[in-house]
């Protein structure tokens, strides 16, 4: 499975971003797609998820309410439309997939979220 992201980019502090994430390979097997960050200095953490299947979402809290998780399951794509951005979300953004079945996480490349305060 090979994951390609895009959208990043650098934002003033109250501005918005739109990340993407396309899967492609042999996704079967995937049950969920979400993103994760990683700031300097700092441990990845995972912003979002959502379910392949049934679009369940989850998100942590500093985000809720200003980033939304979406997916077009039959593009195997996600995306992640973050809103009234902080310049504490400032990190690089890593595309996720999992597998139970296969027990194996996949990552993208990563992508660079910059606020300006």
């Known amino acids: 499975v090979q994951l390609v992201e895009s959208g990043g980019g650098w934002v003033q502090a109250g501005g918005s971003l739109r990340l993407s994430c396309a899967a492609s390979?042999?996704?079967?097997?995937?049950?969920?797609m979400g993103w994760y960050r990683q700031a300097p200095g700092k441990q990845r953490e995972l912003v979002a998820v959502?379910?392949?299947?049934?679009?369940?979402?989850s998100y942590t809290d500093s985000v809720k309410g200003r980033f939304t998780i979406s997916r077009d399951s039959a593009e195997n794509t996600i995306w992640l439309q973050m809103n009234s951005l902080k310049p504490e979300d400032t990190a690089v953004y890593y595309c996720?997939?999992?597998?139970?079945?296969?027990?194996?996480?996949?990552w993208g490349q990563g992508t660079q979220v910059s606020v300006a305060s």
């Open positions: 996720n997939a999992f597998s139970p079945s296969l027990r194996r996480d996949y």
């Open positions: 959502i379910t392949t299947a049934g679009g369940v979402t």
């Open positions: 390979g042999s996704t079967f097997g995937i049950i969920t």
